[in-house]
């Protein structure tokens, strides 16, 4: 007698769920935040850009192509932390510190993002001029002494 194996969805999910946690774990700290901190911005760049009436599929594109280079970045430098540590060290940072830079920056860009809105962010719009500045000068290539 042949038994049959039978599809069970809710097994199904509960492998994918028990999947994904074990990735998510394995990931350091930094590498989450930057994660959270990423879909954060895009919820609110979606929320931001359906309220000036500007929501676009080439400008949604563009951000997660970005988000996408800065990910790698990221895989690429834990790699490089991972397989060069005789060379590098025990202590070397290698994926948190460059996922600690882009927190920043997504940080940034959800503050902008909230003051599109209408968000009052109170002395947090001092920061967010400052951060503004720096982004002007790098552009223009002037770097303070």
């Known amino acids: 007698m042949t038994e049959h ?30 994660l959270i901190l990423m879909v954060a911005d895009l919820v609110t760049g979606l929320i931001a850009a359906a309220v000036e009436g500007t929501v676009s599929s080439v400008a949604s594109g563009r951000g997660l192509a970005k988000k996408a280079d800065a990910l790698i970045l990221v895989m690429l430098t834990a790699w490089l ?14 994926a948190d510190a460059v996922a600690g830079a882009f927190i920043l920056t997504e940080i940034i860009s959800i503050l902008e993002n909230a003051k599109r809105v ?16 720096g982004r002007a000068n790098d552009s223009r290539g002037e770097h303070e002494p």
């Open 81 to 94: 932390s991972v397989n060069l540590h005789a060379y590098l060290g025990e202590g070397f940072p290698g």
């Open 5 to 34: 194996v039978r599809f069970d969805p809710l097994a199904a999910v509960g492998a994918a769920g028990g999947i994904l946690v074990g990735l998510w774990v394995g990931l350091g700290v930094f590498v989450q935040a930057l």
């Open 118 to 133: 209408g968000v009052n962010l109170g002395p947090l719009d001092r920061v967010l001029a400052v951060a503004r500045q």
